[in-house]
């Protein structure tokens, strides 16, 4: 089994915490690969659409996107962490988001992504954690994946760990194993389920595709499309 975490930030803080206990259940079982953020995507999206007019390699930070995306495409499970800051993921997570725009359901997305599984783990001191799982699974979602498990963690007297009350302590702790749990006794060589508003979003784009691939053979993402079959019979989740 392969896993492959994202971490929204470097800092070993609360977060970091919690994605490890999370993590226990896979140690003995499973190859995990981490990257953190900005460290092993230092560079911002700039916009310039290269990656989807031309291709993923011709953008200027295909060296570091290209080894994440390999490494997620080959993930049987995919945690994303990131703390809250004002409401939302990271800069660094959203520049990392920003880089996947090609990935989009309206682009190229890959149909490994239809199948597989992820799971959010946020926190924040007070309210926050849910807007910033939000704006991750946001992501996530038009990248074509279904099955995403959240956890948010509301921290109510202070940001650090050792500070925290016991009774705090051991509800995050209860929380994130009985997540970890779940997700460790699933059958990973089962396709996750694709569901209905993610099939909605994928003949909507496809209809799309079909009209501009008609108009212009060329095109890179009507091609693709048509490459895998998709404005035909072919569908990512079979």
């Known amino acids: 089994m392969n896993i492959t975490v994202i971490n929204g930030t470097e800092k070993h803080g609360v977060t970091y915490r919690l994605k490890e206990m999370f993590l226990t259940e896979f140690r003995d079982k499973a190859n995990i690969t981490e990257y953190y953020l900005p460290k092993d995507c230092p560079s911002f999206c700039t916009g310039c659409l290269s990656c989807t007019l031309k291709d993923e390699s011709t953008c200027k930070d295909a060296e570091y996107i290209g080894r994440i995306d390999k490494s997620l495409l080959e993930a049987d499970l995919i945690v994303m962490t990131s703390p809250s800051y004002v409401f939302h993921a990271t800069g660094a997570m959203k520049a990392f988001l920003d880089h996947f725009a090609y990935r989009w359901i309206p682009h190229r997305p890959a149909p490994e992504m239809f ?34 498990g959240i956890f948010t963690g509301a921290l109510m007297s202070d940001i650090v760990w050792e500070k925290l009350s016991r009774r705090k302590q051991a509800e995050l702790t209860g ?10 006794h699933i059958d990973y060589t089962k396709p996750a389920h694709t569901h209905l508003i993610t099939k909605f979003k994928f003949f909507f784009c496809r209809m799309m595709q079909k009209s501009i691939h008609k108009s212009d053979p060329e095109y890179l993402d009507g091609k693709y499309w048509a490459e895998q079959k998709w404005l035909d019979s072919g569908r990512p989740w079979k």
């Open 175 to 184: 929380k994130i194993q009985k997540l970890s749990r779940k997700f460790a």
């Open 115 to 148: 199948r597989k599984r992820v799971v959010i783990i946020t926190q924040c001191l007070g309210s926050g954690a849910k807007s910033t799982a939000k704006d991750i699974k946001h992501s996530l979602s038009w990248w074509g994946i279904s099955k995403i």
